[in-house]
């Protein structure tokens, strides 16, 4: 089963662009950190992750998630190669999102009339493939069925 789910911090503005088949897509880089040990020996890991979104997860990502925002996000790892400008191939690894959810990280006199940072869900809305098909014969993604407070992860 391919199924990732990823808290951490967006660290760019995500890039939008429409395809030329009209689909909205749109890419951001996701900060998660790894926290363990104590002490003088705590240590802290992060790795960044590169995500991609569709339709109208994309589109509601381009309008509300900017540099900063803390979210959850459920879906599955894809690898991919094209050519870059110069004729060298290059390997992406990414996160096809299937759903995600805005966690909050502001202080409660700063919430939004929105809500957006109140953890509101997103997902696809569609029940099938056709929000972005498989590549290599991969299997959709199931949505994500909980949501783990950052403060029960085992690190």
Known sequence: MNVVHL??????????ATTQNGKSVVNFSLATTERYGSGENRKEDTQWHRVVAWNKQ??????????????????????????DRDGRTQHITEVVLSGFEFLNNKKPD???DRGQSQGDTFDSGVDDDSQHPPRDGA?????????????????
């Open 7 to 16: 808290i951490g911090y967006v660290g760019e503005k995500p890039k939008f």
């Open 58 to 83: 994309a589109d509601v990502i381009d309008q509300y998630v900017d540099k900063g925002s803390r979210l959850y996000v459920g879906g599955k790892i894809t690898h991919r190669k094209y050519e």
């Open 110 to 112: 700063q919430q939004s």
């Open 139 to 155: 299997s959709s993604v199931p949505e994500p069925d909980a949501f783990v407070p950052e403060d029960d992860l085992p690190f």
